[in-house]
Structure formats: C-alpha cells, structure tokens
C-alpha cells in the first residue's frame, strides 16, 4: 500500500515550490533589468547618432525613413511632441508641422476638382512643386507620417487603400464596398461607364446607376457625355493622371 506524505513531507514540498517561484521571479527581474539597460544604452546611441547625422536626417528622405525606423524599435517617437529634446535637436517636430499645413492647404485647393479625395502620389507631386526651392526633399512615407499626426487635430484626414493606390481623404465622405469597387476599376483608364461596371462586376444597372450617383453627388466624379462611343463616362480625379498637376502652381 502506498504511503501518503506526511505533514514534514507537504511542508517540504511547499518550501521547494516557493524557492522555485522565488528563483523564477529574480531570473525575470534580472533579465528585465537588463533589457531596461540595453534600451537605455540603445536611446543613447541614438541621440549620438542623431546628433551626428541632423542633417542627412533632415535633407535626406531614405536616410531620415531609416532613422524612424530605429526609433520605432525602442519606442521613441521625435514626432510626439514639437518640444524637447528631439525637436530642439532636429527640428524635425517643425518640419513635419509645416508639410502638415502644406497638405491641408493641397487638400482644400484641390477639393473642388476631386471631392476630397486626392491620391497620396498626386499630393507629394503637388508639395513637390511648392517645395522646389526647398532642399528637404518630401516623400510618400514623410506624407504618411504627417497626415498621422493630423488626425489628433480631429480634422477628417485619413489614408484610404483602394486597389493598387493609397488615397488621402480630407472630407468626412464614407465610402461603401460598392464605391470602393467602382473607384479600384476605374484606376486602369481613369474613368468607368455605366455598360463596364455591370458587365466586369455582374451588378444590375441600378446597382451602378446609385453608387455612381452617390459618387457625383460627392464630387468624387465627373461626367463626360462628349465619347465618340456616346456612352457616358464618369471619371474620378483621385485616380486620374489626367488632372494629376492642375493646379499645381497654385
């Protein structure tokens, strides 16, 4: 017969479970403690490293790319706040300040012609031109980063993907499968008619016939009776090449 442990045997076993438990906590504080010290040495390289490369970060788009992604991996943020020590350091706080007011003011000339929707290529092309004199390069990925800090301004901004295109939305339009599916086939040519769209995505003409209503009543299309076919065509702005740089003087 089997003997059950006695209260010497249970008390042994307890001791033993917390010397375990015990152990187990000091291995983790101690490997916590040094990832706390590995960060810490990691920032300081950073700051070291910024200083030494302020400008190439500031002039440089792929170079200033690649130093967000470090900061990324230890959870700095230069772009949190426009004071402190990164935007006293870089000035990069103010640089993504003022391509966010550069957007906003892209935007707003450019509403008229695309309801409010404007592709992220065609808006760097636009601050491009704005930019010429400046030596700071912009790219897709500055973009990016400074619309996402627009968004705490509660201002309707948002990046929308759409197909193949990354989409700025500056207008609180909500768009449904059925325009997103419209918007996504009219990228090849710029435009769609009424026979295409029935017939490329099986939908009945009445189906076509209110999301594109709903499309014109937003401004996001505009038609052309003028075809040599005679069918209408509707075309959108915010996928188009051919109203990519009206306006882009302005």
């Not at 040495?41 to 002039?59: G, M």
């Not at 230890?74 to 640089?95: Q, T």
């Not at 065509?233 to 996928?239: I, S």
Request: glycine letters at 8%; proline letters at 2%; charged letters at 30%.
């Amino acid at each position: 017969m089997r003997r059950r442990p006695g209260i010497g045997g249970l008390q042994k076993a307890a001791a033993a479970r917390d010397q375990y438990r015990l152990l187990g906590e000091n291995v983790a504080k101690l490997r916590t403690d040094m990832m706390k010290e590995q960060l810490a040495t990691f920032k300081s390289q950073l700051e070291e490293f910024a200083r030494k490369h302020k400008n190439d970060i500031r002039k440089n788009p792929a170079f200033r790319a690649q130093f967000h992604e470090m900061c990324a991996k230890v959870g700095v943020d230069p772009l949190a706040s426009n004071k402190g020590f990164w935007a006293e350091l870089l000035g990069i706080g103010d640089f993504y300040y003022e391509l966010g007011v550069q957007i906003i003011e892209v935007c707003m000339l450019t509403r008229s012609l695309n309801g409010g929707l404007i592709s992220l290529q065609e808006l760097c092309s636009h601050l491009r031109q704005r930019r010429k004199k400046d030596r700071e390069a912009v790219t897709e990925d500055d973009c990016l980063r400074a619309i996402s800090k627009l968004k705490v301004l509660g201002s309707g901004f948002e990046v929308i993907t759409i197909g193949k295109k990354k989409l700025v939305r500056s207008v609180p339009t909500e768009l449904n499968k059925d325009h997103n599916q419209i918007l996504e086939l009219a990228q090849g040519q710029g435009f769609v008619t009424v026979e295409e769209v029935q017939r490329r995505l099986s939908w009945t003409s009445g189906r076509v016939i209110d999301a594109l209503e709903t499309l014109l009543e937003e401004g996001l299309a505009m038609i052309d009776n003028g075809s040599k076919d005679g069918k209408c065509q509707y075309w959108f702005p915010c996928v188009s090449s051919v109203y990519s740089f009206v306006g882009s003087d302005t």
